[in-house]
C-alpha cells in the first residue's frame, strides 16, 4: 500500500469516527431514575416504539415541557439513547 493511501485511509477513519460519535456525545441520555428506568426494560423487551408511547404523558407543554428549541419531536429513542 502506498503511504497516500494509509492517509486517505486514515483520514477517512477519523470522519467517519467524529460522524458516528456526535449525535451520542451531544443529545442528553434517558436518565436512568426512578421516572425513567422502566423504559430500559419496555426497550430491552418490546423495542424502541413501545416505549416511546410513554413520553408525551409527560413530556408536553403542560407537564414537563421540551425545550422551546428542541428540534422534531418524533421518535424520541433516536436521539435521546437508552444506555445501561
Ligand atoms: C412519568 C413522567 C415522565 C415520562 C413518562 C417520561 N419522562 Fe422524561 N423526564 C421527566 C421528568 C420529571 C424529567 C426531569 C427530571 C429528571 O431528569 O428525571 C425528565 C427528564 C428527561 C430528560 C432530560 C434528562 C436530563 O439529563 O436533563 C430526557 C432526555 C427525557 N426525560 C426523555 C424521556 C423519554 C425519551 C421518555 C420516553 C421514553 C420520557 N422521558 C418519559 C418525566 C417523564
Ligand atoms: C432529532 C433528535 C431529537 C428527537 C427526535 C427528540 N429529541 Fe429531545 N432533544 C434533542 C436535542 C438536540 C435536545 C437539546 C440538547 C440536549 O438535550 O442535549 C433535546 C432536549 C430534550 C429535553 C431537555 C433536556 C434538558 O436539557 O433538560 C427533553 C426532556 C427531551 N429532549 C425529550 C424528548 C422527548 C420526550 C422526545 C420525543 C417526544 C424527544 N426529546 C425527541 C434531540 C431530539
Redesign the pocket.
Known sequence: MKKRDIILLVGAAIIIGVLWMAPEE???RVPKDEIHSRFYDIVKNDGKKAA?KF??DC?NPND?P??A????????L???KVIE
Do not use: G, I, Q
Not at 428549541?69 to 424520541?76: E, L, S
Open positions: 451531544s443529545t442528553k416511546e413520553c408525551e413530556h414537563v421540551l425545550p428549541d428542541h428540534p422534531a419531536k418524533f421518535r424520541c433516536f436521539c435521546h
